[in-house]
C-alpha cells in the first residue's frame, strides 16, 4: 500500500504517508465503487486494495480532521502529524490538487490550529521519535556509555536523533541518501554512516532506533541474529511499514518494540477535553459536507439560470421583432415582464435546492441538465 500510495501523481488524489499510517484521500465520481476507482486510479488490481479500510462523504472528512488534531496519533494531541500533513498538502498543490481536495486539507489545518490554541491538547509537546528514544534508553543502563544507531534521516528519524544527541555516548546515523545521512550527522555532532556499512555499524551499536521504509530488506533475521549472538541490542522500530523483518522481531537477544508498544507511555488528556475536540472534529466534517452539497448545488443552478436567462432572450427578440409598433416604454415593459415570469418560475426551485442540495442530482435530470 505505501509503495502505490509513493506513486501517486493525480491532482485528484493525495498520499498521506506518515510513521504508522497510509492514507489516501481522492475525490471520486458518485455512486462509482471507491476501493474499484481509487484501483483504477492507482494502476493497480483492487485485490491490492483488498486490506484498507474505506471511509466516504462526511466519515471520511471528520477522519482527516481527526488525524489533523492528533486525536488519530499513537500520541494523542501530538503536533507532528499536523507538520506532516502540511507539508503533504503544500507538495500536492505545487503540483496542481483538486479544489474540493484542496478546501478539506485547507480545514483540516485550520481546525488543528484552533484545537491547539483553544484546548489543553496544545499543551502536548511529545512526538513518536521522543517517546522511541525514551522507551530505547529505558533498557540501557548507562546511556552517556551506549551507542546508538538511527537508521532514517527523514522527518522522524530527524527528530529522534536530535532527541538523542546528548543523552547517548555516540550516535550513528544511516540512510539510502548518504548526502542527507551527512547533513543531519554534521548538524548533531553525530556519525553517518552508509547503508553498505550497516553490519559494521549494528556491531558498534547497543540500540537501534529504525525510522526508514526499509520493509525488512535490510534488518533481516540474520543480520540482527548475527548481531544480537554477541550481546543484548534494543531495536524500537517506528518506521511504517515496519523496517524490521517478521522473522527477525523473535530473535533471542533482541529486545524489540514498536509504535503500537510506545501508545503505554502517551500523555493522559482528559476525557471531556478529548469528547470536546471529537465534536469539534464531527461538527466541522458535517459543515465541510454542507457546503460541499451547496456548491454542487451552485453549479445546478447556475446552468439552470443560465439556460433560463438564453430561452428569455431568444422568445424575447422573437416577439418584440413582431411588436415594432410599441414605444419604447412598451418595450421596456414587455422584457421586464418577461425577465419577472422568469424569475418567478425559477425562485421555488432555486430554493428549495438550496435548502436540500440533496436534490440536486433530481433536479439535473428533470431540466436535463448534464454535469
Not at 148 to 167: N, S
Not at 190 to 206: H, N, Y
Not at 250 to 276: E, I, K, M, W
Request: some cysteine.
Amino acid at each position: 500500500m505505501a509503495a502505490l500510495a509513493s506513486e501517486i501523481r493525480s491532482p485528484d488524489v493525495v498520499a498521506l504517508l506518515t510513521c504508522h499510517r497510509v492514507e489516501i484521500y481522492a475525490t471520486l465520481p458518485e455512486p462509482a465503487d471507491p476501493r474499484a476507482e481509487l484501483a483504477r486510479r492507482l494502476g493497480t488490481e483492487i485485490d491490492a486494495l483488498s486490506g484498507a479500510e474505506v471511509r466516504v462523504g462526511a466519515d471520511a472528512a471528520a477522519h482527516l480532521f481527526r488525524v489533523a488534531a492528533g486525536l488519530d496519533s499513537v500520541i494523542v494531541g501530538e503536533a507532528q502529524i499536523a507538520s506532516q500533513l502540511r507539508r503533504t498538502f503544500d507538495s500536492a498543490r505545487a503540483g496542481g490538487i483538486d479544489p474540493i481536495l484542496a478546501a478539506l486539507f485547507q480545514r483540516a489545518l485550520h481546525l488543528a490550529r484552533t484545537v491547539r490554541r483553544t484546548t489543553p491538547l496544545g499543551a502536548v509537546r511529545r512526538s513518536v521519535g521522543s517517546l522511541a528514544v525514551d522507551e530505547a534508553l529505558r533498557h540501557v543502563a548507562d546511556p552517556l556509555r551506549a551507542t546508538v544507531l538511527v537508521v532514517g534521516a527523514g522527518e522522524i528519524g530527524k527528530l529522534a536523533a536530535r532527541a538523542l544527541a546528548r543523552r547517548v555516548g555516540h550516535l550513528l546515523i544511516a540512510n539510502r541518501d548518504a548526502a542527507r545521512a551527512a547533513e543531519l550527522a554534521s548538524s548533531i555532532g553525530a556519525e553517518a554512516v552508509g547503508l553498505g556499512g550497516l553490519a559494521a555499524a549494528l556491531a558498534r551499536a547497543d540500540v537501534v532506533i529504525s525510522a526508514a521504509d526499509t520493509r525488512g530488506t535490510l534488518l533481516t533475521r540474520a543480520l540482527l541474529g548475527s548481531r544480537a549472538a554477541h550481546g543484548p541490542l534494543v531495536v524500537v522500530d517506528i518506521a511504517m511499514p515496519r523496517s524490521v523483518a517478521d522473522d527477525a522481531r523473535s530473535v533471542a537477544g533482541l529486545v524489540y518494540r514498536d509504535v503500537d508498544d510506545l501508545a503505554v507511555h502517551t500523555p493522559d488528556v482528559p476525557d471531556a477535553v478529548l469528547a470536546d475536540a471529537e465534536d469539534r472534529c464531527a461538527s466541522e466534517a458535517a459543515s465541510f459536507t454542507a457546503w460541499l452539497r451547496e456548491r454542487e448545488s451552485a453549479a445546478t443552478i447556475r446552468v439552470l439560470r443560465e439556460r433560463a436567462d438564453a430561452i428569455r432572450e431568444a422568445k424575447l427578440a422573437r416577439a418584440l421583432s413582431h411588436l415594432s409598433h410599441l414605444s419604447e416604454r412598451d418595450r421596456e415593459v414587455v422584457s421586464s415582464l418577461a425577465a419577472s415570469l422568469t424569475a418567478g418560475l425559477l425562485h421555488e426551485p432555486i430554493v428549495r435546492l438550496r435548502r436540500a442540495p440533496e436534490a440536486e442530482r433530481a433536479a439535473r435530470a428533470l431540466f436535463g441538465i448534464e454535469r
